[in-house]
């Protein structure tokens, strides 16, 4: 008999034993023999009898290279599992489940899927667990169906480095379970599917490059700006091709995404990470072709000052920077004190630096701060010249648009924890 063995599940092979594995030390039936050259057609009769047998337990299976699901479904009609554990099974080379129903339960605990792993179109009825699976190529669920009371669960590290995961247009019923529990899905894509009633968990997300960095969806990363597009366009003239060029931008669905994501944050309290993701959505905003110029450069201030909103801390120091940064204009431009102008020479003041310069500074200053509060700031008797007046009137577009930003900034912070 076979000496395959799962200790902690007091498993042991029923099958007849084929020959010895690689260390020739033990003998395995055909199923969980890892000899690379071990009978292909011995091994799919064998998996068929099972298959047809409706005793669906696969586990520790070696699936060989070219072993093939689609022939199986071609020669009975369907591809369905009742119950079927593929538990610690391994598929060398792709694993096609196209198309194929899992009633019942399916076990996927410990699988390795070696090649690209396939259940597009799949349906699941019943309980299903990749847990700690590994996916070292490409994962398709595209279209999968989870029906109603389904309960599916992907845990652990499962997704290797490098390898995509394609989430796309997934069909997920009333009630139906799809969890996400500590896995890494920063090469997932989520295109077509409703983001807002998946369990998400301790995800590792893909991280935006830039200097803030932010959780974001891999789909983002396909949809580029005017100024990427063209940088991309002279590359394929240039020969140098990438994967984006293998679909047209789609920003107003990842848009989409970012908000369903949003408020499936937002529902489980996790605020900060519900913030990253109204980010996302308003990057796909401007990076849109939907919106006009004058909203573009609104909503580009509107990012540059307080991450829309998310860093009420950017604004506040940008407030607490102007009346400086103004004045060291009203020292150029010149302030009226007593019916006497402050004239600022340059040269002057380098030579004689010191308290001179200090008093005429701090003259700018209350200056500054009166007009950031609408002359509520004592300024004793400073007269603006003509130039300094009218560089006051920027002080106070720009002094007014920050504290609006501000506030609009701390609302959303507070109405999100409130809620």
């Known amino acids: 008999m076979c000496d395959y063995k799962i200790r902690y599940l007091a498993y042991k092979c029923p099958h007849p034993d084929y020959g010895p594995g690689k260390d020739e030390e033990k003998t395995f039936c055909i199923f969980h023999n890892d000899r690379e050259d071990k009978d ?155 983001l807002e009633n998946i369990n998400f968990k301790e995800i590792s997300w893909q991280k935006s490059g830039r200097l803030v960095k932010r959780n974001m969806l891999y789909d983002e990363t396909f949809q580029l700006g005017p100024f990427e597009s063209l940088s991309i366009k002279l590359k394929k003239l240039l020969k140098k ?42 990057e796909m905003r401007m990076k849109g072709t939907r919106e006009g110029i004058l909203t573009k450069f609104i909503l580009f201030l509107y990012k540059l000052i307080s991450l829309y909103g998310e860093r009420p801390i950017r604004a506040f120091l940008l407030l607490f920077i102007l009346p400086f940064f103004f004045s060291s204009f009203y020292l150029l431009s010149g302030l009226n004190s007593s019916g006497k102008e402050v004239n600022y020479d340059l040269v002057f003041s380098l030579r004689n630096f010191g308290s001179t310069f200090w008093n005429d500074f701090l003259q700018a200053l209350k200056y500054s701060l009166s007009v950031m509060t609408l002359r509520r700031f004592e300024t004793n008797g400073i007269i603006p010249t003509d130039s300094t007046f009218f560089i006051s009137i920027f002080e106070l577009i720009f002094g007014a648009t920050l504290l609006s930003l501000f506030v609009l900034a701390m609302n959303r912070k507070f109405r999100r924890t409130k809620n």
């Open 241 to 282: 091709e990438g994967e984006f060029f293998r679909e047209k931008g789609n920003h107003y669905e990842v848009k989409r995404l970012y908000n369903l994501l949003r408020i499936n944050y937002e529902k489980t309290g996790r605020y900060h990470e519900a913030g990253d993701f109204f980010v996302g959505a308003m």
């Open 40 to 194: 292909l057609e011995k091994f799919y009769k064998g998996f068929e009898k099972l298959y047809k047998s409706g005793k669906h337990d696969f586990r520790g299976f070696i699936f060989p290279v070219r072993f093939d699901f689609n022939k199986l479904k071609e020669e009975t009609g369907d591809l369905e599992f009742k119950e079927a554990g593929f538990v610690r099974a391994i598929f060398s080379e792709k694993a096609d489940f196209s198309g194929a129903t899992f009633s019942g339960g399916a076990n996927f605990w410990g699988a390795t899927f070696s090649g690209g792993a396939y259940f597009v179109g799949a349906t699941f009825s019943g309980e299903a667990y990749f847990v700690v699976a590994t996916f070292l190529g490409e994962a398709y669920f595209v279209g999968a169906t989870f029906l109603e009371k389904s309960k599916v669960i992907f845990q652990g590290k499962t997704f290797e480095d490098g390898a995509t995961a394609h989430f796309i247009n997934l069909k997920i019923e009333k009630d139906a379970d799809l969890t996400f529990d500590g896995i890494n899905l920063n090469r997932a894509r989520f295109i077509g599917t409703d």
